[in-house]
């Protein structure tokens, strides 16, 4: 009725449909194409975009910024993949990013004659993946396995989705994967989630809305190769302030925050990680997997901040008893200690490598014979 209304009033108020018009196709408008200069006018439109990429591309790597492969859920795929096409029987590394910055694979190479499959995570506990490892009947080889008190015995999980994206991961993205690998992050240093437009807009001194905390994030830390292994970036070891942004980002991150579980409910969380991971390793060690628990360093405050909120009586003992696995904890070995930890938490470059060879050395003393 109202349609029928509009249209004795205005009759070009609406528009015939097809329904309006049975048997005749709706006619295709027609819109003239002006005459311009198209050739020009895609000359300049590529210049200007090569001048804007050229200009981020400078100005990144005038701050310090060089390509790198990028420490995707993809690449870290590629890596898990490796288990299950062949290469069942190496030594892999789990853990969160103080092995994945310390452990240099080149160095442990060089020492054990075989490279070893980088799977360690930043900010994730390894339990999850520790399982996953032990429910897959290909993998018999050795494990090493990380262990960052906060994030180990909390179930921390910020990368937790890839074993999800490995699990799922489609052809595209296997192959958009590929390409970028090859064509893009060896040729660009912006092509960083820590350079992008948006992330850069997010964490600039904006007025602080009433009601909301104050942005913060962890910024870029590290340099990673093709088979994730990673050593920590130059510039956290050489610009005071972007060191100093770093260790404040870790005192918020591992401090005390308001709304956490109770001292009860933290202790059920520890229990329950613990005992997953002895669930796991005696999956593992009952098809001949050697696993061995490691302890990275750390310093204060973080360290300190560590031993109480996750006292080595009531997690790492524990731990190593429920497993039955054995352990290298760093405050136990003089050789894994006074490293350079530039914000407190991961080892500068060359220490790392020194770190790799000194825990080698102590792995075939005490735990394992070189492969």
Request: aromatic share 10%; hydrophobic share 40%.
């Given at each position: 009725?109202?349609?029928?209304?509009?249209?004795?009033?205005?009759?070009?108020?609406?528009?015939?449909?097809?329904?309006?018009?049975?048997?005749?196709?709706?006619?295709?408008?027609?819109?003239?194409?002006?005459?311009?200069?198209?050739?020009?006018?895609?000359?300049?439109?590529?210049?200007?975009?090569?001048?804007?990429?050229?200009?981020?591309?400078?100005?990144?790597?005038?701050?310090?910024?060089s390509?790198?492969?990028?420490?995707?859920?993809?690449l870290?795929?590629?890596?898990?993949?490796?288990?299950?096409?062949?290469?069942?029987?190496?030594?892999?590394?789990?853990?969160?990013?103080?092995?994945?910055?310390?452990?240099?694979?080149?160095?442990?190479?060089?020492?054990?004659?075989?490279?070893?499959?980088?799977?360690?995570?930043?900010?994730?506990?390894?339990?999850?993946?520790?399982?996953?490892?032990?429910?897959?009947?290909?993998?018999?080889?050795?494990?090493?396995?990380?262990?960052?008190?906060?994030?180990?015995?909390?179930g921390?999980?910020?990368?937790?989705?890839?074993?999800?994206?490995?699990?799922?991961?489609?052809?595209?993205?296997?192959?958009?994967?590929?390409?970028?690998?090859?064509?893009?992050?060896?040729?660009?240093?912006?092509?960083?989630?820590?350079?992008?437009?948006?992330?850069?807009?997010?964490?600039?001194?904006?007025p602080?809305?009433e009601?909301?905390?104050?942005?913060?994030?962890?910024?870029?830390?590290?340099?990673?190769?093709?088979?994730?292994?990673?050593?920590?970036?130059?510039?956290?070891?050489?610009?005071?302030?972007?060191?100093?942004?770093?260790?404040?980002?870790?005192?918020k991150?591992?401090?005390?925050?308001?709304?956490?579980?109770?001292?009860?409910?933290?202790?059920?969380?520890?229990?329950?990680?613990?005992?997953?991971?002895?669930?796991?390793?005696?999956?593992?060690?009952?098809?001949?997997?050697?696993v061995?628990?490691?302890?990275?360093?750390?310093?204060?405050?973080?360290?300190?901040?560590?031993?109480?909120?996750?006292?080595?009586?009531?997690?790492?003992?524990?731990?190593?008893?429920?497993?039955?696995?054995?352990?290298?904890?760093?405050?136990?070995?003089?050789?894994?200690?006074?490293?350079?930890?530039?914000?407190?938490?991961?080892?500068?470059?060359?220490?790392?490598?020194?770190?790799?060879?000194?825990?080698?050395?102590?792995?075939?003393?005490?735990?394992?014979?070189?492969?």
């Open positions: 009725m109202v349609a029928d209304l509009i249209l004795q009033r205005a009759p070009h108020a609406m528009r015939e449909t097809a329904a309006d018009r049975p048997g005749v196709a709706q006619p295709v408008p027609k819109r003239p194409v002006p005459e311009r200069p198209w050739v020009r006018v895609l000359v300049q439109a590529f210049l200007m975009f090569a001048v804007l990429v050229g200009g981020w591309e400078w100005y990144w790597r005038d701050y310090g910024a390509p790198s492969i990028s420490n995707s859920d993809g870290w795929a590629m890596q898990r993949r490796r288990i299950d096409a062949g290469e069942g029987d190496a030594t892999v590394i789990l853990g969160s990013s103080r092995l994945l910055f310390d452990l240099q694979l080149d160095v442990w190479e060089q020492l054990d004659g075989k490279r070893p499959i980088q799977l360690a995570l930043e900010g994730t506990s390894p339990v999850s993946f520790l399982e996953d490892l032990a429910d897959d009947p290909k993998f018999t080889g050795r494990l090493i396995v990380g262990v960052t008190p906060g994030l180990f015995f909390t921390g999980a910020f990368r937790g989705r890839a074993l999800d994206y490995f699990r799922k991961e489609s052809p595209s993205q296997r192959v958009g994967q590929w390409l970028s690998m090859r064509l893009v992050e060896p040729n660009l240093a912006f092509y960083d989630p820590d350079f992008a437009l948006g992330t850069v807009l997010e964490r600039q001194a904006w602080q809305r009601g909301l905390p104050p942005f913060f994030s962890v910024r870029k830390l590290s340099v990673s190769e093709a088979d994730r292994n990673t050593h920590m970036w130059s510039k956290v070891e050489h610009d005071a302030a972007y060191r100093d942004y770093a260790r404040g980002v870790w005192l991150v591992f401090g005390p925050r308001p709304g956490g579980p109770s001292p009860e409910e933290a202790a059920k969380i520890r229990d329950k990680q613990i005992e997953r991971a002895a669930q796991a390793v005696t999956k593992l060690r009952a098809r001949g997997v050697a061995l628990f490691v302890r990275a360093p750390s310093t204060d405050p973080l360290l300190g901040g560590e031993e109480h909120a996750f006292p080595r009586a009531l997690t790492w003992d524990v731990l190593l008893h429920k497993t039955g696995a054995p352990g290298i904890h760093f405050q136990d070995y003089k050789e894994l200690q006074g490293l350079e930890q530039p914000e407190w938490s991961h080892l500068s470059y060359a220490d790392a490598k020194r770190f790799t060879a000194a825990l080698h050395g102590i792995v075939v003393k005490e735990v394992w014979k070189p492969r």
